[in-house]
């Protein structure tokens, strides 16, 4: 961490774009008294969202002694569009406020150079240090530690707090995958779940207490699925339910695949990496990538990778994987990485064409067609793309995309889209164009009571082995809302507890029916590494 030598006066905020998650602009000047961290980063980036993640636990650990605000500064086009960026602020879960700098005013007026990077100001307004890269999260906290010592901080909030994940059956969905019959898995990433359904949407299994789950796949009787955040693969028993943590310690795991040889291969979005897993866990083992973020073909292990976001065999065996950060195709094969479409961190377009002249944009999945072509989730283009016999083709749609982020192939040949920013799965027919919805329902437990009575409320969250971490206060929190609030009467509405299975209750209003959230947020650590886990539930509810 680089720690400033002089007292230079932090400049005051600008950006074209505006605020996200306050209702009035922030300055500076206004902040004094409270330490502050300019978090300077862009959305399609896996670090910077990985520093994000750090940066809960010093808001959580300093409160409102500390405002972190965002300052959004994009790479992709797609990027500055300022309705993007707010759907990117909800779907990370980003609660303190976000300055939209499209222009990258302030990122020019700061010098920064790399995403993501953070600076924190002092509580008289000056720069006292910056720290670029994921990482400095405990550095950090041991500086912020120090300037607020013997301050009487403000207790009060410096904004408005964001909303939560939308009321809808699904929440930005990641990634879907088909068992090449009836039953459809979904990254339900938005509530921290994965759903199993039919293709006529109706929930069968739902397996929560993930968090921010990407990558699903079928494997005989299980689900492998990565948990992103947490940097596990996960083993589901389709049957019993029961879980199994096949792989852990990688950064950002965002799709897998079983490889013809019964192994599993793994997107590590986090270190630029594909991994190989034994079929039944154990330690994995690098099969592509160095770390180096770029575009370079050649052996696998020196080739230079960049974010890599969605796999899928091919019919020889060969591995094509979305390399979202260098807007590319590319290919694994015979231990050599190929590109098919790209050309490197800074070249994208929306253009059809060979591989000179064909461009995607942040391409999250791909999934091998029975034609031999390979279809593609071009994300920030939100749009269907084919490579076929050497070119690129865009599919026309009869109702528009947002950002997909995940794409398979079902029996009928239809693609299965993850439709992330429309918070719904769709059927799409690579050849017509023509999109059909996938109702998701779930059959969620009903609550009810009478007016005045009391309700008690039940949740909690797999810890995969860790222990709560108990050093900053109350490691369990839950908080509890309802639609419409008459629902429930006078009474707590959050809760900070010490254990799990939390339990809770709540007083019933007046009568009426609606929708009740339950959020559930553990904090825990496991060899000096932190985390949070987190587990949102959504009931019916009916008050007689």
Request: contains cysteine; negative net charge; aromatic residues 4%.
């Given at each position: 961490?680089?720690?400033?030598?002089?007292?230079?006066?932090?400049?005051?905020?600008?950006?074209a774009?505006?605020?996200?998650?306050t209702a009035?602009?922030?300055?500076?000047?206004?902040?004094?008294?409270?330490?502050?961290?300019?978090?300077?980063?862009?959305?399609?980036?896996?670090n910077?969202?990985r520093?994000?993640?750090?940066?809960?636990?010093?808001?959580?650990?300093?409160?409102?002694?500390?405002?972190?605000?965002g300052?959004?500064?994009?790479?992709?086009?797609?990027e500055?569009?300022h309705a993007?960026?707010e759907?990117?602020v909800?779907?990370?879960?980003?609660?303190?406020?976000?300055?939209?700098?499209?222009?990258?005013?302030?990122?020019?007026?700061?010098?920064?150079?790399?995403?993501p990077?953070?600076?924190?100001?002092d509580?008289?307004?000056?720069?006292?240090a910056?720290?670029?890269?994921?990482?400095n999260?405990?550095a950090?906290?041991?500086?912020?530690?120090?300037l607020?010592?013997?301050?009487?901080?403000p207790?009060?909030p410096?904004?408005?707090?964001?909303?939560?994940?939308?009321?809808?059956?699904?929440?930005?969905?990641?990634?879907?995958?088909?068992d090449?019959?009836?039953?459809?898995?979904?990254?339900?990433?938005?509530?921290?779940?994965?759903?199993?359904?039919?293709?006529d949407?109706?929930?069968?299994?739902?397996?929560?207490?993930?968090?921010?789950?990407?990558?699903?796949?079928f494997d005989?009787?299980?689900?492998?699925?990565?948990?992103?955040?947490?940097?596990?693969?996960?083993e589901?028993?389709?049957?019993?339910?029961e879980?199994?943590?096949?792989?852990?310690g990688?950064?950002?795991?965002?799709?897998?695949?079983?490889?013809?040889?019964?192994?599993?291969?793994?997107?590590?979005?986090?270190?630029?990496r594909?991994?190989?897993v034994?079929?039944?866990?154990?330690?994995?083992?690098?099969?592509?990538?160095t770390?180096?973020?770029?575009?370079?073909?050649?052996?696998?292990?020196?080739?230079?990778?960049?974010?890599?976001s969605?796999?899928?065999?091919?019919?020889?065996?060969?591995?094509?994987?979305?390399?979202s950060?260098?807007?590319?195709?590319?290919?694994?094969?015979?231990?050599?990485?190929?590109?098919l479409?790209?050309?490197?961190?800074?070249?994208?377009?929306?253009?059809?064409?060979?591989?000179e002249?064909g461009?995607?944009?942040?391409?999250?999945g791909?999934?091998?067609?029975?034609?031999g072509?390979?279809?593609?989730?071009d994300?920030?283009?939100?749009?269907?793309r084919i490579?076929?016999?050497?070119?690129?083709?865009?599919?026309?749609?009869?109702?528009?995309?947002?950002?997909?982020?995940?794409?398979?192939?079902?029996?009928?040949?239809?693609?299965?889209?993850?439709?992330?920013?429309?918070?719904?799965?769709?059927?799409?027919?690579?050849?017509?164009?023509?999109?059909?919805?996938?109702?998701?329902?779930?059959?969620a437990?009903?609550l009810?009571g009478s007016?005045?009575?009391?309700?008690?409320?039940?949740?909690?969250?797999?810890?995969?082995?860790?222990?709560l971490?108990?050093?900053?206060?109350?490691?369990v929190?839950?908080?509890?809302?309802?639609?419409?609030?008459?629902?429930?009467?006078?009474?707590?509405?959050?809760?900070?507890?010490?254990?799990?299975?939390?339990a809770?209750?709540?007083t019933?209003g007046?009568p009426?029916?609606?929708?009740?959230?339950?959020?559930?947020?553990?904090?825990?650590c496991?060899?000096?590494?932190?985390t949070?886990?987190?587990?949102t539930?959504?009931?019916?509810?009916?008050?007689?």
């Amino acid at each position: 961490m680089a720690i400033a030598t002089g007292r230079v006066r932090a400049p005051e905020l600008r950006g074209a774009g505006g605020w996200i998650n306050t209702a009035e602009p922030l300055t500076l000047q206004q902040l004094r008294g409270r330490a502050v961290v300019l978090d300077f980063w862009t959305f399609c980036c896996i670090n910077c969202l990985r520093v994000v993640e750090e940066l809960r636990e010093l808001e959580h650990r300093f409160g409102a002694a500390l405002v972190v605000i965002g300052v959004h500064s994009p790479k992709f086009p797609h990027e500055s569009d300022h309705a993007a960026v707010e759907r990117a602020v909800r779907r990370h879960r980003i609660e303190h406020p976000v300055l939209d700098d499209p222009e990258m005013q302030t990122w020019q007026r700061y010098g920064v150079r790399a995403w993501p990077t953070l600076v924190l100001i002092d509580p008289e307004g000056y720069v006292a240090a910056v720290a670029p890269g994921e990482g400095n999260g405990p550095a950090l906290g041991d500086l912020i530690e120090r300037l607020l010592a013997g301050r009487d901080a403000p207790t009060a909030p410096a904004f408005l707090a964001a909303t939560g994940p939308p009321d809808a059956a699904l929440a930005y969905p990641g990634k879907v995958a088909s068992d090449g019959s009836r039953r459809v898995a979904v990254a339900d990433t938005g509530h921290d779940r994965v759903l199993v359904c039919d293709l006529d949407g109706a929930v069968q299994r739902e397996f929560a207490g993930f968090h921010q789950p990407h990558g699903v796949r079928f494997d005989a009787g299980r689900l492998l699925v990565c948990d992103t955040v947490a940097g596990d693969l996960v083993e589901v028993d389709l049957d019993s339910g029961e879980r199994r943590v096949l792989a852990t310690g990688m950064r950002s795991p965002w799709d897998v695949v079983v490889c013809p040889d019964g192994s599993l291969l793994v997107a590590e979005a986090g270190l630029h990496r594909l991994l190989s897993v034994p079929a039944r866990g154990g330690e994995f083992t690098v099969v592509a990538g160095t770390r180096a973020e770029g575009l370079r073909d050649g052996p696998a292990l020196q080739a230079h990778l960049a974010q890599p976001s969605g796999l899928t065999v091919i019919p020889d065996g060969a591995i094509a994987f979305a390399d979202s950060e260098v807007s590319a195709l590319r290919m694994l094969r015979d231990g050599a990485v190929e590109t098919l479409v790209g050309q490197g961190l800074f070249d994208w377009g929306a253009v059809d064409g060979d591989r000179e002249t064909g461009r995607l944009q942040h391409p999250l999945g791909v999934a091998a067609v029975a034609s031999g072509g390979i279809a593609v989730a071009d994300t920030f283009n939100s749009a269907l793309r084919i490579w076929r016999d050497g070119s690129l083709r865009t599919v026309a749609l009869d109702d528009p995309l947002d950002e997909p982020g995940g794409i398979d192939i079902l029996p009928d040949g239809r693609a299965l889209v993850a439709d992330t920013n429309h918070h719904r799965v769709v059927a799409v027919d690579l050849a017509a164009g023509a999109v059909t919805p996938i109702p998701v329902a779930e059959r969620a437990a009903s609550l009810a009571g009478s007016a005045g009575s009391s309700l008690r409320l039940e949740a909690t969250v797999e810890l995969d082995g860790e222990m709560l971490d108990v050093s900053q206060g109350p490691p369990v929190h839950v908080n509890v809302s309802v639609d419409p609030e008459s629902l429930l009467g006078a009474g707590a509405r959050s809760w900070a507890l010490d254990s799990l299975p939390a339990a809770v209750d709540v007083t019933l209003g007046r009568p009426g029916q609606g929708t009740l959230t339950l959020d559930l947020i553990a904090s825990t650590c496991h060899d000096d590494v932190c985390t949070i886990k987190r587990t949102t539930r959504r009931h019916s509810l009916r008050v007689s």
